[in-house]
């Protein structure tokens, strides 16, 4: 079984910067590519950015291109999105994504595990 853990969350102000972390454990997890969404209330859930464990190949949302980065991190199967000039806008329910295997980066849909989301608050 595969688990996905995000942390970093918080609350900051318009024009801060904030480390969001995530990890995905399994046994025989060998992963392809992984990703960031989020959601605000009322709307639905949107592509933030991915990258493909193979050559480290990153895509971004034109909404946070130049201000986010997506990154692998230090462990196995470890991710990071540093957020940079953040708006309030950016405000939003942060989920950690990762998949053995997907045709469009940014289709959350091609994503099979997920996890349960951080918050991510920018006042203004």
């Known amino acids: 079984q595969v688990m996905v853990q995000e942390s970093g969350g918080g609350l900051v102000q318009a024009g801060d910067s904030l480390r969001l972390s995530c990890r995905a454990n399994g046994r025989t997890f060998s992963t392809y590519a992984m990703g960031w969404f989020r959601q605000a209330p009322g709307k639905k859930r949107e592509f933030v950015a991915s990258?493909?464990?193979?050559?480290?190949?990153?895509n971004y949302a034109d909404s946070v291109k130049g201000r986010f980065t997506i990154s692998r991190g230090d462990a196995k199967n470890s991710l990071t999105l540093q957020m940079s000039s953040l708006k309030p806008e950016d405000t939003a329910v942060y989920y950690c994504?990762?998949?053995?295997?997907?045709?469009?980066?940014?289709?959350?849909?091609?994503?099979?595990?997920w996890g349960q989301g951080t918050q991510v608050t920018v006042s203004s």
């Open positions: 994504a990762a998949s053995r295997a997907l045709r469009n980066p940014e289709d959350g849909s091609g994503y099979g595990y």
């Open positions: 990258i493909i464990w193979d050559g480290e190949a990153t």
